[in-house]
Structures are given as structure tokens and as C-alpha cells.
């Protein structure tokens, strides 16, 4: 059984930076593609960020040049840093990870989320 478990969120100024931590278990975080998305009150929920078996990373662009994402496979772990929040990233940010095996089986598994409000 995957499951994933964020941290890192909290309350921070505008202008102000944060780590998110995506933990994986149950399964080598190597097989899936993580991504990052978030949702605010009253908002559906969008992504944020991706990155790939091989590392390669895309981000909206609401957030491009601010936020970085990435992976260490040895610790099961994929992160979010957060730089020069905004008040309009205030939302829950969920991590997911997905798979898709050769024979077109999808897993796509995901984390309760964690608060990140950003407010002065």
C-alpha cells in the first residue's frame, strides 16, 4: 500500500520562502512521476509542478522562477521549495504520484495535503 505524507506547510509572510516534503511508502519513489498541486478555498484544484523518472521538471506559470521541485529517490522524498510567496499561493498543496505501467495500468496515489497560508 503507497502513502504519502506532506510537510513543511505554515504560515509565512509575503516575500517569504518554504520547503515542502512529499514522503513516500510502500513503494520506490523511482517508478512514478511526482507532481505538486495545490487548492484554494473556493478554487479547483491545479498543478503546480512535475517532475519525471528522469528528472525533468515543468511548472505552471504562476509559479515559474519561484518554485523548484525536486526529487531524491534514495529518500523516497520529493520536495517544493517556495521562494517569494505571494498571497495568492495561499492554498492546501497536495503531492501525487503516478504510474503508468507498460500494459497501460495507472496508479496514481495521494497525500492529505498541508496548509501553506502566506499572509502578512
Known amino acids: 500500500q503507497v502513502q504519502i505524507v506532506e510537510s513543511g506547510g505554515g504560515l509565512v509572510q509575503p516575500g517569504g520562502s518554504l520547503r515542502l516534503s512529499c514522503a513516500v511508502s510502500?513503494?520506490?519513489?523511482?517508478?512514478?512521476?511526482m507532481y505538486w498541486y495545490r487548492q484554494a478555498p473556493g478554487k479547483q484544484r491545479e498543478q503546480v509542478a512535475r517532475v519525471t523518472r528522469g528528472d525533468l521538471t515543468t511548472y505552471e506559470e504562476f509559479v515559474e522562477g519561484r518554485f523548484t521541485i525536486s526529487r531524491d529517490n534514495a529518500k523516497n522524498t520529493v520536495y517544493l521549495q517556495m521562494n517569494n510567496l505571494k498571497p495568492e499561493d495561499t492554498a492546501i498543496y497536495f503531492c501525487?504520484?503516478?504510474?503508468?505501467?507498460?500494459?497501460?495500468?495507472?496508479?496514481?496515489?495521494w497525500g492529505q495535503g498541508t496548509q501553506v497560508t502566506v499572509s502578512s
Open positions: 501525487n504520484a503516478n504510474r503508468i505501467t507498460g500494459l497501460g495500468e495507472e496508479f496514481d496515489y
Open positions: 510502500g513503494s520506490a519513489l523511482s517508478l512514478f512521476v
